[in-house]
Structures are given as structure tokens and as C-alpha cells.
């Protein structure tokens, strides 16, 4: 079988991306830790890190500009790199999951206030196929996309929820998937909870106002098999634009209404409504607890007035009439309304 290359970039502002120690957005901030926007991330501060999402390949690539040397490590293997602009890194790999981070190491003097600036990386991986995989683009009002919770539609071409523990799914075969949207709002960043066949990552974003980027990706999957993607509100507010799969071009797309959606869409709703239902039975046992603390509280009566109290409202006996046993005789008048009175033979026979 002949094999194909699939590249993805993950720009500076995915959320995918960990930077550290501290961030800022503010134009004009303080120049520690990183600053970043929509174009690039920029740093001048030893020590500084940039930690990359796990992710499946078997190549990686970084673009930017270094006035400074700076530390690369993959899969527990340190490299020390100097000045560059353009790619200022790549490096090939065995195919498979990897790790890597990048951390800003001293320099001389003259680099000492040099900056390293990262625009964006890509991530590559080879597939043994019979047909090239072809992505195919599931917008916010695609069949296949399934949501939890309360939602709102902007224009067509963005899902939002304010509602933490709103969720949308979707199912899916091919050998990749990500995810776009915006990073952020101008009040709060966000952030959010993907679940991929059982697998949870919690990811924070590192913009805000950003209209798009990349909100998750994963490749190395099988196409053989049918897969699950959830993604769960964790904030105050999240949202998408779209849901990419990258599989074969004779396979049709997995839809909501398809034989195997209903059992993975509740393999993956089963623990969310599982820790609701937890919460609701430790408030209906608080709800009880108290109540029964309420009737222990209540004072009892004594004496001649509560055992007359306790004739009054004894069981009452055979020949005693039941309210409802007054059924009701419907009246109409001609020309006017219904009217209602109690059956007297009734009463007179009780």
C-alpha cells in the first residue's frame, strides 16, 4: 500500500500549546513570561517554556525568528539550538506518540535581551492507505454534530454555550480529527474538556478575542473503526466553528441517526449525567436529613386535648362517607354554563 503524508499546523495561538511561566495579552505589558497575539508569541526571559500537546507523528516543524539559543526536548532527549529564522527547528522521528518542549537557556551578553519569537508549528504523519485520506469539514449545523445543553447559533458558522457541562459529539471514522473555533472571549479565556473514545484532556486557552484557531487535534487513529469525540464546557463560556475528519473518500460520514451512534454517544454522556445524578442525590439526602430534623423538633401535644384531638382524627369507620364518594351531577342550562352540585340522594342515603 502506498503511503500518505498528512500535515497540520497548530498556529501560535491554539489553545494546545502551554506556555510558561506566566503569559500576558496586554499590549504594552510587562515583558515577562511570554506576550502573545494573533501573529506570534514572543519572549526575551531565561527559563521561559513552550510545551507542546502530546501528538502523533512522525515529524514536527517550528517557524520563527531566534535572536537567542534556546533548549529542545523530545521524548526525554535534550538538543541545544542557537540563532535561526524561518524553521528555526525540525526534526524527524519514529512514528508515534511524542513529547516535546522548549525552553529558553542564558546567552551572552549581547543576546541577553534578544527575543525568541514562535509563529507556528506543524505536525506530520505518514498512513498506509489504499486512498489518500480527504478531509471533510462538519460545520455547527451538520447532521453528524450533537449537542448537550443549552446552545446559541451565531450566523450559521459558530456554536456558543454559557451553560457549564454543555456538551456537543459527533461520531466519526478516519485517521484524524480536530477541532476550530475561537480562543476566548474578552471577559475570560475559557476553557474546556475534549473526550476522545474514553480519553479526557482538560485544555485552558492562552488568547482571547481570537475569532479561530485550533482547538484540538489527534492523529494515529484507525479508520477502520468508528470513534467519538465530545467536547464539554468547563467555564463560563465556550464555542466552535467547525469539526474537521480526515478519512476515506468511499466512506460516508457517520451521522447521529446511524446504528452504532446512539451506544458511543452514551459511553461518553453516561459520566457527565453520572456525576449530575451524584449531585443530586447528596442534595436529596440533605433535603432529607433536614427535614427529618424538622419533624424531631416539632412539639407534641399532652394530656386530655391531644387525646381528643387523636378521636378526631382516628380512622373512620365503615358507614363513614368518603369525600369522594360525592361524585358530582353536571347541570347545563339552556343556553348557559356548565354547573356543578353534589348528589344529595347521596348524602341523605350516607
Known amino acids: 500500500m502506498p503511503q500518505f503524508v498528512l500535515n497540520y499546523t497548530l498556529d501560535n495561538t491554539s489553545p494546545l500549546f502551554n506556555f510558561g511561566p506566566r503569559i500576558g495579552t496586554a499590549a504594552g505589558a510587562d515583558q515577562s513570561g511570554w506576550q502573545i497575539n494573533a501573529s506570534f508569541a514572543t519572549t526575551s526571559d531565561v527559563g521561559a517554556t513552550l510545551q507542546f500537546p502530546p501528538f502523533y507523528g512522525d515529524a514536527v516543524s517550528i517557524y520563527g525568528s531566534t535572536g537567542r539559543p534556546f533548549d529542545i526536548t523530545i521524548d526525554k532527549q535534550t538538543t541545544s539550538h542557537s540563532l535561526a529564522s524561518g524553521v528555526i527547528f525540525e526534526w524527524g522521528v519514529a512514528q508515534g506518540t511524542h513529547n516535546l518542549s522548549l525552553t529558553m537557556v542564558p546567552s551572552s551578553s549581547e543576546e541577553a535581551d534578544a527575543e525568541f519569537v514562535f509563529n507556528y508549528a506543524t505536525i506530520s504523519s505518514a498512513y498506509t492507505l489504499d486512498q489518500a485520506p480527504v478531509e471533510v469539514i462538519y460545520g455547527v449545523n451538520s447532521d453528524p454534530v450533537v449537542y448537550s445543553g443549552n446552545w446559541s447559533m451565531f450566523l450559521n458558522t459558530t456554536a456558543q454555550t454559557n451553560v457549564f457541562g454543555a456538551s456537543v459529539s459527533m461520531n466519526f471514522s478516519g485517521v484524524a480529527i480536530a477541532v476550530s473555533g475561537p480562543s476566548g472571549t474578552v471577559s475570560s479565556a475559557g476553557s474546556y474538556a475534549v473526550v476522545l473514545d474514553g480519553s479526557t484532556s482538560f485544555i485552558s486557552n492562552n488568547t482571547v478575542d481570537i475569532s479561530n484557531t485550533q482547538l484540538f487535534y489527534q492523529g494515529g487513529l484507525d479508520p477502520e473503526k468508528?470513534?467519538?469525540?465530545?467536547?464539554?464546557?468547563?467555564?463560563?463560556?465556550?464555542?466552535?466553528?467547525?469539526?474537521?475528519?480526515?478519512?476515506?473518500?468511499?466512506?460516508?460520514?457517520?451521522?447521529?441517526?446511524?446504528?452504532?451512534?446512539?451506544?458511543?454517544?452514551?459511553?461518553?454522556?453516561?459520566?457527565?449525567?453520572?456525576?449530575?445524578?451524584?449531585?443530586?442525590?447528596?442534595?436529596?439526602?440533605?433535603?432529607?436529613?433536614?427535614?427529618?430534623?424538622?419533624?424531631?423538633?416539632?412539639?407534641?401535644?399532652?394530656?386530655?386535648?391531644?387525646?381528643?384531638?387523636?378521636?378526631?382524627?382516628?380512622?373512620?369507620?365503615?358507614?363513614?362517607?368518603?369525600?369522594?364518594?360525592?361524585?358530582?351531577?353536571?347541570?347545563?342550562?339552556?343556553?348557559?354554563?356548565?354547573?356543578?352540585?353534589?348528589?344529595?340522594?347521596?348524602?341523605?342515603?350516607?
Open 226 to 350: 468508528q470513534h467519538t469525540i465530545t467536547l464539554v464546557n468547563s467555564d463560563s463560556s465556550f464555542a466552535f466553528n467547525s469539526i474537521s475528519v480526515w478519512g476515506v473518500d468511499d466512506e460516508e460520514p457517520v451521522t447521529s441517526s446511524s446504528g452504532g451512534s446512539h451506544t458511543n454517544i452514551v459511553e461518553i454522556v453516561v459520566p457527565i449525567v453520572a456525576v449530575v445524578a451524584a449531585l443530586l442525590i447528596v442534595a436529596g439526602a440533605f433535603l432529607f436529613r433536614r427535614r427529618r430534623r424538622q419533624r424531631q423538633r416539632r412539639p407534641t401535644l399532652t394530656g386530655p386535648f391531644a387525646m381528643r384531638l387523636s378521636r378526631s382524627f382516628a380512622k373512620p369507620g365503615s358507614s363513614a362517607l368518603a369525600l369522594n364518594d360525592l361524585e358530582l351531577k353536571t347541570e347545563r342550562a339552556v343556553d348557559g354554563p356548565y354547573t356543578a352540585s353534589p348528589d344529595l340522594e347521596q348524602l341523605h342515603k350516607a
